[in-house]
């Protein structure tokens, strides 16, 4: 299963809130914040994204 989501920025923000927010995302990823939160609300057959390399 593939759950598709996103997150942006308004382009008038620039680089720096656009790299935050990826930063934001892929800490989430790495403290497992994403995982727990599928297994709290039961969602199976999915993986989380492995974390990417800045």
């Known amino acids: 299963m593939v759950i598709e989501q996103a997150m942006g920025v ?6 720096i809130a656009e790299a935050f ?15 727990r939160a599928l297994k709290r609300h039961r969602v199976e057959g999915v993986a989380v994204a492995t974390v990417a390399r800045f």
């Open 10 to 15: 308004a382009r008038r923000q620039g680089t």
């Open 21 to 35: 927010l990826a930063a934001f995302v892929e800490r989430l990823k790495l403290d497992e914040f994403v995982e």
